[in-house]
């Protein structure tokens, strides 16, 4: 069974902090993603990293940032919360045998900005 | 500009029979077509998939249609069961892309009602 844990479920923090949010995979998975999903708008990309210190923006970047400097770790970074990012955030993975068309996703974590 | 589109936001039917949730592409790149599932406060799971090669894909209860010239893909349950009651998406990505990126639609909410 493909493993992808988010070190958190529920997570609340107030404006103007710094947030971190782990991504953690027990195969040696190359692709991982972070997205946010939002009522009405679907899972929209905020980052992606197809290999350890590598990184690539997705369509909604802005306000985050992401570090990957173990191949089993992907964390996203919110440098100053905003109430506009209280969403969903759900990070998936592919590659290695899974192939490269089937992602498969954490449990999710709902962050809420006060 | 939402080159995946699933234009109905919800959907209700009776327990046992069939559920149709349709998904629109835009982009004729698209090669590889997926269906997730996703329940409240859980991440999304896989369902099914097809490939452009094929125009229809059967797992149990779960069908996908591809009418590619109509740049169409359809999601097909019979018999509908309360517990498939749950926000489903639609995703496309290209062969072509190392990454595995997907493209998600807005998804739409199944109501199965007992």
């Known amino acids: 069974d493909v493993k992808v844990t988010q070190s958190s479920r529920y997570l609340v923090k107030r404006t103007g902090e710094k947030v971190f949010l782990e991504c953690v995979q027990d195969?040696?998975?190359?692709?991982m993603f972070w997205y946010r999903q939002d009522p009405g708008l679907g899972l929209r990309l905020i980052y992606f990293?197809?290999?350890?210190?590598?990184?690539e923006k997705g369509d909604i970047p802005e306000g985050y940032s992401v570090s990957r400097e173990k191949k089993e770790r992907f964390s996203l970074i919110l440098e100053s919360a905003s109430t506009n990012q209280t969403s969903m955030y759900l990070c998936?993975?592919?590659?290695?045998?899974?192939?490269?068309?089937?992602?498969?996703f954490g449990a999710g974590t709902r962050l809420s900005v006060l | 500009d939402q080159q995946v589109k699933q234009n109905s936001p919800s959907l209700s039917v009776q327990e046992g029979r069939i559920s149709i949730l349709n998904c629109d592409y835009t982009?004729?790149?698209?090669?590889?077509f997926l269906w997730y599932k996703k329940y409240p406060a859980e991440g999304p799971t896989f369902l099914i998939s097809?490939?452009?090669?094929?125009d229809k894909n059967e797992d149990g209860r779960f069908t996908v249609f591809l009418n590619k010239s109509a740049k169409h893909l359809s999601l097909h349950i019979v018999p509908s069961q309360p517990g498939d009651s749950a926000v489903y998406f639609c995703?496309?990505?290209?062969?072509?892309?190392?990454?595995?990126?997907?493209?998600f639609g807005q998804g739409t909410t199944l109501q199965v009602k007992p």
């Open positions: 998936a993975i592919t590659g290695g045998r899974l192939g490269k068309n089937i992602q498969y």
């Open positions: 195969m040696d998975h190359e692709n």
């Open positions: 990293s197809y290999d350890v210190k590598m990184k």
């Open positions: 982009n004729s790149m698209f090669d590889y």
């Open positions: 097809i490939s452009s090669i094929k």
């Open positions: 995703a496309a990505t290209s062969g072509s892309s190392n990454t595995g990126k997907l493209i």
